[in-house]
């Protein structure tokens, strides 16, 4: 990493990075992005506004579409192309939480009921699949085949790490290595695409557009990282939904990985169960956050999230100096050090 990136902070000062940087660098197209999605989310079916506009209303921090708008900001882009292009991002975004509620039986989503409780399981994947449409007519109304593929492509990596959890689920032999990519794949695909194709509009060359799309790569398994141990380490209303959802649907992240490996063999065997389904209660998962606090899991899995942010930092280091950048960098810091 080059000399003149701001390197990330420690947290454990007075200071701490938040998203303002970001937020009031992008608050102007930001606006633009939000018209194009409100108007496109529409239809004539009123169950697909409502639907739609409960989850898209529903106070997200709009990280991904940000990531586009602030690259265009870092490599100097004066157009509009990437409003739609944001939209579509976020379209793609939304309709894959809607698809996951409903594999997932989740109750709540951003601190309410999810769309799925709400309105039921089959319109909450018809209008996911209404979103993910919108976002195509997007991407093809932009005219770039590049953009196109970049953004298909994500969709498609998003989708095959979806199901490659469904088939890791319960499994307790579920390395590092496998969680990490699927993460990479569920996360950090439309991280990296939202970053990219910021490159792509201002028809910058290979070297930018490889560089946002590692800030954006590294960004998202960064926040998927810290995601996963906030399960274990934060009350259901800072987090938005419920503590334990991944306890109890017995998937592998990061912290119970750390911990089976860590644990003895009483420990083990109590992962073991709980991984497989037979240990559920509210005791259970009382205990279980008891044993990722005796070995150091939810720290661990920040520091490994630290290390992917400080790789995003560094793969802003082709782009000169600039409020854009050092608020990129920033948003990497908070996606580290956030406790929601």
């Not at 199901?163 to 993460?183: F, G, N, P, W």
């Amino acid at each position: 990493m080059s000399d003149n990136v701001v390197p990330l902070k420690r947290t454990d000062g007075e200071e701490r990075p938040t998203l303002q940087p970001i937020l009031s660098l992008t608050a102007t197209a930001m606006n633009s992005v939000n018209q194009v999605i409100l108007k496109r989310m529409q239809s004539e079916i009123p169950l697909i506004p409502a639907l739609a506009g409960h989850l898209i209303s529903g106070g997200g921090k709009r990280m991904r579409p940000m990531l586009t708008l602030a690259g265009a900001e870092v490599v100097g882009y004066q157009g509009t192309r990437h409003h739609k292009l944001a939209a579509a991002v976020e379209f793609i975004h939304t309709a894959t939480l809607l698809h996951d509620d409903v594999v997932d039986g989740s109750e709540t989503r951003r601190g309410k009921s999810a769309a799925n409780i709400v309105y039921g399981n089959p319109a909450t994947v018809l209008v996911g699949d209404f979103l993910f449409s919108r976002a195509f007519e997007l991407m093809v109304e932009d005219g770039s085949l590049k953009v196109l593929k970049i953004l298909s492509s994500a969709s498609a990596i998003i989708a095959q790490g979806e199901v490659d959890q469904l088939t890791a689920q319960r499994k307790i032999e579920t390395s590092e290595e496998r969680y990490l990519h699927i993460i990479g794949a569920k996360t950090a695909a439309l991280f990296a695409a939202a970053s990219r194709i910021a490159a792509v509009v201002a028809e910058k060359g290979e070297a930018e557009e490889q560089a946002l799309d590692d800030y954006g790569r590294n960004l998202g398994v960064a926040f998927q990282l810290v995601d996963d141990a906030l399960d274990y380490d934060a009350d259901a209303a800072e987090m938005g939904k419920d503590r334990g959802d991944d306890f109890r649907e017995g998937k592998m992240t990061l912290p119970v990985i750390l911990a089976y490996a860590r644990g003895d063999e009483e420990e083990r065997r109590f992962w073991q169960d709980a991984i497989a389904g037979f240990r559920t209660e509210d005791e259970d998962l009382a205990h279980a956050v008891a044993l990722i606090r005796k070995h150091d899991c939810v720290s661990a899995t920040r520091e490994r999230a630290r290390h992917f942010a400080q790789r995003a930092c560094g793969a802003l280091s082709i782009f000169p100096d600039s409020a854009a950048r050092r608020a990129m960098v920033e948003a990497a810091q908070f996606a580290v050090s956030r406790g929601y």
